[in-house]
Antibody
Framework: QVQLVESGGGVVQPGTSLRLSCVGS????????LHWVRQAPGKGLEWVAV????????YYSDSVKGRFTLSRDDSKSTMYLQMNSLRAEDTAVYYC?????????WGQGTQVTVSS | EIVLTQSPGTLSLSPGERATLSCRAS???????MAWYQHKPGQAPRLLIY???SRATGIPDRFSGSGSGTDFTLTISRLEPEDFAVYYC?????????FGQGTKVEIK
């Protein structure tokens, strides 16, 4: 089954860290550029970051630049989002996703709540 | 930075009616980089249209996309009960994705 599955979300305090994972299956993971997109409560979709298929290039939104870091381990078909210095405004459902083509892969999302 | 503005914010229609959703970009966008998604609560966003007018795999032909330059449109020819959801336009490049704020299509 072709899918992306996120994990690692939870409830954390402001200023702390969390690492999200996105595991792919049913396709050649190493061929795919992958993105993170989030949706805060009551808000729309917000792009977060992207990592190239070979892990050589990353881009981040201004809202997370310097705090979040992407990496990938193609031997495990897994992409990671290391989130540091978390803020209340980072509270959201985080999705990993592939670019829109004939088929676009999106995970079901993982909830991150930053609260004291 | 490009801004996508969707209108209307909410569209109240009955099953069987035609829905026309608009997405306006703050600057000219290449049509090959425009997409539309459907999003329902608790579910992953579902790609409907890519390249402004190409339907993604498995998308019914009642969904169609059009447009160029700064103005893009998603049309649902006859609304089915499962079509009531929030719709987002997206401009995608390798280095950044930009989403509109969404249009909610609700049952009248």
């Amino acid at each position: 089954q072709v899918q992306l599955v996120e994990s690692g979300g939870g409830v954390v305090q402001p200023g702390t860290s969390l690492r999200l994972s996105c595991v792919g299956s049913g396709f050649t993971f190493s061929s795919y550029t992958l993105h993170w997109v989030r949706q805060a409560p009551g808000k729309g979709l917000e792009w977060v970051a992207v990592i190239s298929h070979d892990g050589s290039t990353e881009y981040y939104s201004d809202s997370v630049k310097g705090r979040f870091t992407l990496s990938r381990d193609d031997s495990k078909s897994t992409m990671y989002l290391q989130m540091n210095s978390l803020r209340a405004e980072d509270t959201a459902v985080y999705y990993c996703a592939s670019p829109p083509r004939v088929v676009a892969l999106w995970g079901q999302g993982t909830q991150v709540t930053v609260s004291s | 930075e490009i801004v996508l503005t969707q209108s209307p914010g909410t569209l109240s229609l009955s099953p069987g009616e035609r829905a026309t959703l608009s997405c306006r970009a703050s600057e000219t966008v290449s049509a090959i980089y425009m997409a539309w998604y459907q999003h329902k609560p608790g579910q992953a966003p579902r790609l409907l249209i890519y390249g402004a007018s190409s339907r993604a795999t498995g998308i019914p032909d009642r969904f169609s996309g059009s447009g160029s330059g700064t103005d893009f449109t998603l049309t649902i020819s006859r609304l089915e009960p499962e079509d009531f959801a929030v719709y987002y336009c997206q401009r995608y490049r390798f280095s950044r994705w930009t989403f509109g704020q969404g249009t909610k299509v609700e049952i009248k």
